[in-house]
């Protein structure tokens, strides 16, 4: 029963991608996939009905607000087919319980003159009976996704207690041929647009605080190099471009300064630099190897990856410089650490084995736990409500990228069709 | 109001000058989301804009090309996590030295690589310790350090596909490359 649950709704998402990938003329954007594994012991039964008049609406908004909640791992969608709703109509509640819901929401997509659409909707709490509240937006067919992720979030927010992360963004890299792109999509991977394109590699993208910005290292002078980038404007930024080479931009949480590893005195140490530009500081020194910085979410510390000790281990130093201090003391191979936004979890790639999964700590205890059963994953970045981790990895050969939440119980993937996806990072809360 | 104007202009601009991705809404709005009355009331209330800011895509085109180079190997091979330049590659270094320091305007970059296993940045820091080692042969074989730079490409760039020894071990390599 509980697959049939958990399965039913995914056959009606294939049958909605099929139909976005025939009505869609734009250029071709990676379609993506939501494949859920797993299930929860504390998932919230909802059923999502569909939006009274979607049909005739460019975006199916139910099958939207449905995978978004599905990812999240905290809910599992119950059947909702049968029963005509709209966010004016009172449910009848019995017909619901019967079927194991707890929430019902209902809604209606309505054309407006101007060729926008008017997109409302009402949750419901149906073992209370209690209407829980409901919003309207007034959308260009462009933002319909975006209404549906909103929508989303209201849902997770009110159900949960957390913010939803639904209206937020990730960037990516995509390997196609011997091309490679930057990418900016929705947080479901849907909506893709392309920020960079080179025939170089690019790696680490990372978003600025503020979610208008992405640094990252381009290899198109052929070597590592720094770059911030506007997304809106698609103005570049050179930060780091010195002699050897300049990887690993780590934003500081007010926007500031990015930390980077430099070689430009030999080996690969720490530096920080003024995001406006400017003459580096180092920040750490040691014989070996120190990269991958990231800052803690209060500033006053940067977790880093050294080989001082031997082995690459993680590591903290306070932000301004100073003595590091040990994190990861289990394994041989730890590296790209990520703080989450709450400041309670690091999420790393620790190799076990001969193989490399994403395992996450809670830094208060120490408690390790490894949530993948993956061999090759890789730049794990929490999600701003800490609540998920978007990592990449390889299926079948192929480059992936996956999100789970903490305890590893829900994955889901996030697939393109062209090339391989790599480089994942999840942007900050936007402003609405 | 006056940032959406900005963002309006700026998008405007954007717009034309043939950028390759669609910009698509320009927010107009700022109000906050309205919330609807309660059930059975009747659901007026005006809808607000959810825009959002697009992206503009920037093409690089073209890598740059390399320049002429002289005849004669230009790689040397490193063992599974090592930086040290085997005895066998000293040939390689010794001759690649006399062609660098025959002319002391040429400008030489040693190309670290490392296998495809572990993450993007720690092998790019694994490279470059390869790259260094190669400078390092170089400059004891009087080489002026000014005429060699050191990077890094980590893993991005492998020179043989796969995940069997023979192809792991023809990617752990640092490439002696002219420009």
């Not at chain 1, 976005?20 to 734009?26: F, H, K, S, Y």
């Not at chain 1, 120190?290 to 306070?318: C, H, L, M, N």
Request: with cysteine; glycine share 10%; aromatic share 8%.
């Amino acid at each position: 029963m509980i697959f049939h649950q958990l399965y039913r709704p995914l056959e009606a998402l294939r049958v909605f991608w099929l139909g976005l990938m025939l009505v869609t003329v734009a250029p071709v954007q990676a379609q993506f996939r939501v494949e859920v594994s797993g299930i929860g012991l504390n998932q919230l039964p909802i059923a999502v009905s569909a939006f009274r008049g979607e049909d005739s609406a460019p975006q199916k908004i139910a099958a939207i607000v449905q995978a978004d909640l599905e990812r999240s791992g905290q809910f599992r969608a119950v059947d909702s087919s049968g029963v005509a709703l709209d966010e004016l109509s009172r449910p009848d509640v019995t017909v619901w319980r019967q079927r194991g819901a707890d929430s019902l929401v209902s809604g209606s997509v309505t054309r407006l003159a101007d060729g926008r659409y008017d997109v409302r909707f009402r949750l419901w709490d149906v073992v209370r009976g209690q209407d829980l509240g409901g919003q309207s937006y007034a959308v260009t067919p462009a933002d319909l996704r975006l209404a549906a992720h909103r929508i989303a979030d209201f849902i997770y927010e009110k159900l949960t207690g957390d913010k939803g992360v639904f209206s937020t963004r990730i960037a990516y890299v995509t390997k196609a041929a011997q091309r490679y792109q930057l990418w900016v999509a929705d947080a479901d991977g849907e909506n893709s647009q392309s920020a960079l394109a080179s025939p170089e590699p690019i790696i680490s993208p990372a978003w600025s605080p503020n979610g208008s910005q992405l640094a990252y290292v381009s290899f198109e002078s052929r070597k590592p190099v720094v770059y911030t980038h506007d997304v809106v404007t698609g103005k570049r930024r050179l930060i780091a471009n010195f002699r050897g080479s300049n990887s690993a931009p780590a934003w500081s949480p007010d926007g500031r300064t990015l930390a980077v590893t430099l070689s430009r005195d030999g080996g690969s140490q720490l530096f920080a630099i003024d995001a406006a530009g400017g003459e580096p500081r180092r920040l750490a020194q040691s014989s070996g190897i120190d990269t991958e910085p990231a800052y803690s979410p209060d500033g006053k510390s940067i977790y880093f990856v050294s080989d001082r000790g031997g082995a690459p281990q993680i590591y903290k130093i306070p932000s301004l410089g100073g003595a590091a201090e040990r994190v990861t003391f289990t394994g041989s191979y730890n590296i790209s650490p990520a703080i989450s936004p709450d400041g309670r979890w690091l999420a790393y790639i620790s190799r076990v084995s001969g193989v490399f999964r994403l395992h996450v700590m809670e830094l208060a205890t120490g408690a390790v736990n490894a949530v993948s059963d993956t061999s090759a994953d890789e730049s794990p970045s929490f999600a701003p409500n800490s609540r998920l981790i978007v990592y990449a990895t390889q299926q079948q050969g192929r480059e992936v990228l996956m999100t789970t939440t903490l305890d590893g119980k829900i994955k889901a993937r996030l697939s393109g069709q062209s090339g391989n996806i790599r480089e994942p990072d999840w942007g900050p809360f936007q402003k609405q | 109001m006056n940032r959406f104007l900005l963002a309006f202009f700026a998008s405007l601009l954007i717009a034309g000058c043939a950028s390759s991705v669609k910009l698509d809404s320009v927010p107009v709005e700022d109000r906050a989301v309205t919330t609807l009355p309660q059930a059975g009331a009747a659901a007026e209330g005006t809808g607000s804009g959810v825009g959002k800011g697009g992206v503009t895509s920037v093409d690089i085109g073209k890598s740059v090309p390399p320049a002429a180079v002289p005849a004669g190997p230009r790689v040397v091979y490193f063992d599974y996590d090592s930086y040290v330049v085997k005895p066998e590659f000293q040939s390689i270094i010794e001759a690649q030295s006399r062609f660098i320091k025959a002319d002391k305007g040429r400008k030489v970059v040693i190309e670290g690589h490392t296998d495809e296993r572990g993450g993007r940045e720690y092998n790019l820091a694994l490279g470059q310790k390869r790259a260094e080692a190669v400078r390092s042969a170089l400059g004891l074989l009087g080489v002026f350090d000014n005429q060699v730079e050191a990077v890094s490409f980590g893993k991005e760039k492998p020179a043989a596909q796969g995940m069997d020894e023979a192809a792991m071990a023809k990617n752990r390599r640092a490439e002696i490359s002219y420009r």
